[in-house]
C-alpha cells in the first residue's frame, strides 16, 4: 500500500520534499565546516595537547565536508527521481557511492569522500571523549 502511494502523485511531493531537505542538510554540513561551528561543542581550549586539537578541529572538517557530499548527491537522486515521476526506482547510500564511482575521476572521489568519512568517524570518537556538556 505504501508503495502505491508513494509512486502516485504524493509520493512526488513527498520526495520533492525530502530533496530539498536533504539539499538543506547538505548545506548545513557545509556551513559547519566552513564557519567551524562544530568545534563550539567541544571544550577546544582545555584540551591540553596541541595534536587533539588539530584532530579535532581537521577531522570534523574533512568529515563534515564528505557528509555535505553525500547529503548532496542523495537530495540529487530523491529531486531527480520527483522531476522524472519515477519514485518507485529511489537509489540509496550505496548507491551515492556507486554514483561517484561510475563519474569521471570517480576512484579519485571515492577515495577523497571515503577518506572524508573516515575523518567523520574519529572526529565523532574525539567528540564522545571530549565534548563539553552544559550542566
Known amino acids: 500500500m505504501l508503495s502505491s502511494f508513494l509512486t502516485g502523485d504524493a509520493g512526488v511531493y513527498i520526495f520533492t520534499a525530502i530533496g530539498i531537505d536533504l539539499v538543506a542538510t547538505s ?6 565546516a566552513f564557519y567551524k561551528d562544530f568545534l ?3 571544550d577546544y581550549e ?3 595537547k596541541e595534536k587533539r586539537r588539530k584532530t579535532i578541529k581537521n577531522t570534523g572538517y574533512l568529515g563534515l565536508i564528505a557528509r555535505g557530499i553525500i547529503f548532496a548527491i542523495l537530495a540529487y537522486f530523491f529531486i531527480r527521481a520527483a522531476v522524472e515521476h519515477s519514485t518507485s526506482d529511489i537509489k ?3 548507491d551515492a557511492f556507486v554514483f561517484l564511482q561510475e563519474s569521471p ?4 572521489l571515492m577515495g577523497i569522500v571515503a ?3 573516515v ?3 574519529i572526529y565523532v570518537f574525539m567528540m564522545v571523549k571530549y565534548r563539553k556538556f552544559r550542566t
Not at 27 to 32: D, S
Not at 105 to 108: D, E
Open 27 to 32: 548545506f548545513f554540513q557545509f556551513k559547519k
Open 40 to 42: 563550539k561543542k567541544f
Open 46 to 48: 582545555s584540551i591540553s
Open 92 to 94: 540509496s547510500t550505496p
Open 105 to 108: 575521476m570517480g576512484s579519485w
Open 115 to 117: 577518506a572524508g568519512m
Open 119 to 121: 575523518c567523520y568517524s
